[in-house]
């Protein structure tokens, strides 16, 4: 009946549905998650200045998902706390991540294969996470797809999601940018992946469940170590994105020219270069003022420093040397 | 007993009462709050850069009070999500009015006799909401006339008062203005209503509901219609406020001059007008950070822009041709 | 066997544990917040321009903690309104000290000797909220010593925690400082007293509850009167801080001249002068932008003057004449 049913990965996908994700998996996330956090512009300063304030942002690194899930379904935003075993492994790893004698924690974590293991480790927790909160609204909603998707979204890319807030912990404030506007390819893969369960469990994707854990996993992982090791940020979805976009969001409409020049700059985001939509930095110039800031206008370079971010290897730790 | 009941207005406001919202007049609600939103600055470019972020802040525009609402009552967020017809026939209009071929749909409503038409259904929706979030914060806190008022303004002017955070999903930060800084006239005039719906709720104004519900809406609805073809922004309430706050907020205090000063730029305010607090704007000079934001500088223009949006009527289609 | 119990105190510790908050202490604590409130910079500009704004920021000053606590625990963020009684005291309070006739109220309570008695009450509420706090968050979390560390402490200090949004609705915004970057003394005191109070809860440490409250409270009221008689914001922890700095944060790392910089800066912090990181400084330049705020530059500011708004006695009244 099912494809899958009759070839050994069957029993693979079994095994995998049945993987804890405490300890390991969640430590290697930990670490991958910290080490982003490192890796931001500002965040060593901040980790010398307030070690309280550096914790609390990577606790938020780490628990975003659990934290912005809390916040859309009313239950208390401290109970991602109350866990102490993980508070207590994410902590720990926070504190060798940054304050580590000679380095040395960061310096081999940062080493190419050591990355690459614990970024394929971190993948496959965002399954778990993702599954966690489609099942989780699946019990309080039961026919709504859109809060299905919503809330797994939140828990698998909540880091992301609430990126702006949790700079502002650190005294950084980007206002023209956020994940909704610019998304990044963790944030996509993961809203793919949520929209992919949840028509699972509603039973409009005729699949098993663990045959569709075994094939986002898989799919999540090959796809992370390729870019990896490419160094490339190009999306495996650009041409996808492109085709829906052109279909859907252009139209003939009376910004035919406007639309087609930001048309272009939003297919060369799809492939990591820099947007530049004139029309959006004429309205910020005509504006004036410093603190209205208008979209669009420098919202890639955060975006990709951040991307970047993940895909530096142990340059980054030679650099700062 | 009730002049009203002897009139045949009593069968009228019988009849209004029991109205069915949905689909009619919420689907004019939905129409003109998107259209409020495609008439924000930069929100154009938005569209055409990330349909995603667009989509949010339109919902945002038209399920605002449901949102804050449900925070202060510490309730899911993701409810208002959970009504699938609503939001897909909000989705409809926001796809409609944004990416509509030839821009059909948004040139048509912005003609001037849909746009009235559309506006006053719109302010028939007001009552009804402000009077569910007194009803729904009578539930919880029965004594508590503070409570009413606060949950029926929320939800009646929740978009206007998130705004801010509205504006944030769009890449647009102004925190030097917001809802309560300067109210708008929508703003006001559903606290008014927040006020009156909560005093009858707890029987200090001895009037029957379905009388309040047709004198507040007839009131809301031709002072709209009167905005709309006068293209004045005057607030009936001008003289009521210039005088309370005369009475309450000057006293004999040290900043006499400074508050004659901004007493005047506040009644000015209240008729449209530009303020131009000098005391503050020297204030805002000598902090000289382009960061910190002092407030009153500015924050005119902004709220004008988005109450002229309202009452802008066909030029603005002719403009973007 | 207790040391306390057979000297006279033990009496007092009781008779300390059973005083009523309601009214003196609570009025105490909103004069000397409202107070606080007035002598932010452009604070008064906003109670003569927005006198509701005004007013919503005085009720996040008087009732920050109950607000940012009720957050965390996903109860209704409302329900501070919903006690009447508090809401209309603090009321009158904001009304009498920004527009009272002759600024009499205002002018009295900044009175060295009213100033100081009123300041001292107010450290005993702090006592109060922690402890209800941390008893709160046990009844919910009976286990999890962190998280009633986290709600005593937003309940104690809520105010100052929420401060970033406090300043939001004057129309101000300062990302580049929060009082998690750089705690000011109140934070610091009562983040001390939540700990104490939950370890005290959870029987760790071996100390009857009304003896750690007298303990606890007579050290916050003497230190805070000895900080306003000797105009000195000079830290009790300064040295105990700096030496579980040095231990943990600093450690052999690639930083090290960073570090040692930071560290200097640090511990100048500690005793209230200004720190210059001319590494964040030198960052913050680089990005050129004036809206991606870097942390660490300007943040002394503002704190200072939060400080010294406390300190500063019958010569800030004076200075408004």
Request: aromatic residues 8%; contains cysteine; charged residues 15%.
């Given at each position: ?5 009759v070839?050994?990965?069957d ?15 969640d ?9 982003a956090?490192?890796e ?5 300063e ?6 309280l304030?550096c914790w609390?942002?990577?606790m938020?690194?780490?628990f ?10 009313a239950?208390?935003?401290v109970?991602p ?5 993980s508070?207590?492994l994410?902590?720990v790893v ?18 190419l ?5 614990l970024?394929g ?15 989780q609204?699946?019990g ?31 005294g950084?404030?980007?206002?023209e940018?956020?994940?909704?506007l ?5 944030t996509?893969?993961t809203?793919?992946?949520a929209v ?5 469990q ?12 075994l094939?986002y ?22 041409a ?7 279909t859907?969001f252009t ?29 959006a930095?004429?309205?910020?110039d ?8 208008t979209?669009v206008?420098?919202q ?15 340059t980054s730790?030679?650099?700062?040397d």
């Amino acid at each position: 009946m099912d494809l899958l049913g009759v070839l050994p990965l069957d029993e693979l996908s079994h095994g995998l549905a049945n993987l804890s994700m405490f300890p390991y998996f969640d430590m290697a996330h930990y670490i991958i998650s910290v080490m982003a956090l490192r890796e931001q512009p500002g965040a060593l300063e901040v980790s010398r200045v307030s070690p309280l304030a550096c914790w609390f942002s990577s606790m938020l690194f780490c628990f975003g998902g659990a934290v912005l899930s809390a916040v859309m379904l009313a239950e208390p935003v401290v109970a991602p706390l109350s866990n102490s075993t993980s508070v207590l492994l994410a902590s720990v790893v926070w504190y060798l991540v940054f304050y580590c004698p000679m380095d040395l924690v960061y310096c081999c974590a940062a080493l190419l294969p050591l990355r690459l293991v614990l970024s394929g480790m971190k993948e496959v927790t965002r399954t778990w996470k993702v599954l966690g909160g489609v099942t989780q609204a699946h019990g309080k909603y039961k026919d709504s797809l859109l809060v299905m998707i919503a809330i797994g979204w939140a828990k698998g890319a909540g880091g992301g999601l609430i990126s702006n807030f949790e700079q502002l912990v650190r005294g950084v404030w980007k206002p023209e940018t956020n994940e909704l506007l610019k998304m990044s390819y963790p944030t996509k893969i993961t809203l793919i992946g949520a929209v992919l369960f949840a028509l699972q469990q509603t039973h409009y994707l005729p699949v098993q469940k663990h045959h569709l854990m075994l094939i986002y996993t898989v799919f999540t992982v090959v796809n992370k170590s390729r870019m990896m090791l490419t160094g490339s940020s190009a999306s495996p979805f650009a041409a996808v994105e492109s085709a829906i976009y052109k279909t859907l969001f252009t139209g003939c409409s009376p910004y035919a020219a406007l639309t087609g020049e930001v048309n272009k700059a939003f297919i060369d985001n799809g492939t990591g270069s820099t947007p530049t939509s004139t029309s959006a930095t004429k309205e910020s110039d005509k504006n004036g003022t410093a603190g209205n800031h208008t979209p669009v206008k420098g919202q890639s370079g955060s975006h990709k420093a951040k991307e970047e971010s993940e895909n530096t290897e142990e340059t980054s730790c030679k650099k700062t040397d």
